[in-house]
């Protein structure tokens, strides 16, 4: 059974960081893509980034270039999203996700995920 949980999430000022993490368990068989998405109240879900192995990272959204940075640690089974200089408009639920099978191609469209966590909420206030 796939347990998909992330972790990290608070309450910061503008200008400050964050560190979110997700651990994946029951992922067997190889590498799969893992991604992170956003959603705010009102808005649909927002597809960050996508890290596959331990050194591609691709980013979809341009609100977080630059910004945001997403890394895994396969031998953990951990995927990190480091956030730094968030704004109030970074504020929403972010969700950790990881695809059926191993070494699919990563992708920016949440309903290409099958694995999803609960959630984490991230709040930036002014």
């Known amino acids: 059974q796939v347990q998909v949980v992330e972790s990290g999430g608070g309450l910061v000022q503008a200008g400050g960081s964050l560190r979110l993490s997700c651990t994946a368990s029951?992922?067997?068989?190889?590498?799969?893509?893992m991604g992170w998405f956003r959603q705010a109240p009102g808005k649909e879900r927002e597809g960050l980034a996508c890290?596959?192995?331990?050194?591609?990272?691709?980013y979809y959204a341009d609100s977080v270039k630059g910004r945001f940075t997403i890394s895994r640690d396969n031998a953990k089974n951990t995927l990190y999203l480091q956030m730094n200089s968030l704004k109030p408009e970074d504020t929403a639920t972010y969700y950790c996700a990881a695809r059926r099978r191993p070494y699919d191609r990563c992708s920016g469209s949440g309903d290409e995920y099958t694995y999803w966590g609960q959630g984490t909420q991230v709040t930036v206030s002014s």
């Open positions: 890290a596959l192995w331990a050194s591609v990272a691709i």
């Open positions: 029951g992922l067997t068989g190889g590498d799969y893509p």
